[in-house]
T-cell receptor, first 114, second 114 residues
Framework: KAGVTQTPRYLIKTRGQQVTLSCSPI?????VSWYQQTPGQGLQFLFE???????NKGNFPGRFSGRQFSNSRSEMNVSTLELGDSALYLC?????????????FGAGTRLSVL | AQKITQTQPGMFVQEKEAVTLDCTYD???????LFWYKQPSSGEMIFLIY??????QNATEGRYSLNFQKARKSANLVISASQLGDSAMYFC???????????FGQGTTLQVKP
């Protein structure tokens, strides 16, 4: 099975712009979660999507949004970029059947805001 | 609120020796899971091992084992026979119930010396 695929791998944007990141989950996985990783704050949960609905949301401003499509692919959007949005953005998918609830991560998108 | 603590920012181990990475957690939940992930310098988060709160035996996956002490709320990762390729950042994570939200510790950087 192919793993979680995130595109693009690297992005450079300027303050005030917006950006869209994409995540294709493992085949059959319907849940996709997004995380932000920075040296100062570590790994923080952004949100989770399941069956095209947001199920959980972390403590991030409304500039961070996401969506999920019927094929379970997910996108994350950040509007009005700030310097502090520079980070590694990781997405993870999981199968909601079974008890282990393991999330499998993609390679991440490294966003630099100048 | 749940909290995960990894008290070792950096660790060194000699090749072929065993090493223990510490992780403690704080929760009032009864049903939860504890996860360990490895993050090489490339950025991808690689799942290593899972322990459920109701599992009576410690989890093992190849050279990885989890020393789970529920009463002490600790879930330490033991890597046996360290290899040079084990040099990476290691994260302990907590997941409650059946949510797609993981709470991560600050991470431990492991360096394996030849």
């Amino acid at each position: 099975k192919a793993g979680v695929t995130q595109t693009p791998r690297y992005l450079i944007k300027t303050r005030g712009q917006q950006v869209t990141l994409s995540c294709s989950p493992i085949s059959g996985h319907r849940s996709v979660s997004w995380y932000q990783q920075t040296p100062g704050q570590g790994l923080q949960f952004l949100f989770e999507y399941f069956s095209e609905t947001q199920r959980n949301k972390g403590n991030f401003p409304g500039r961070f949004s996401g969506r999920q499509f019927s094929n379970s692919r997910s996108e994350m959007n950040v509007s009005t970029l700030e310097l502090g949005d520079s980070a590694l953005y990781l997405c993870a998918s999981r199968s909601t059947g079974g008890s282990k609830n393991i999330q499998y991560f993609g390679a991440g998108t490294r966003l630099s805001v100048l | 609120a749940q909290k995960i603590t990894q008290t070792q920012p950096g660790m060194f181990v000699q090749e072929k020796e065993a090493v223990t990475l510490d992780c403690t957690y704080d929760t009032s939940d009864q049903s939860y899971g504890l996860f360990w992930y490895k993050q090489p310098s490339s950025g991808e988060m690689i799942f290593l091992i899972y322990q459920g709160s109701y599992d009576e035996q410690n989890a093992t996956e190849g050279r990885y084992s989890l020393n789970f002490q529920k009463a002490r709320k600790s879930a330490n990762l033991v890597i046996s026979a360290s290899q040079l390729g084990d040099s990476a950042m290691y994260f302990c994570a907590f997941g409650s119930g059946n949510t797609g939200k993981l709470i991560f510790g600050q991470g431990t950087t492991l360096q394996v010396k030849p």
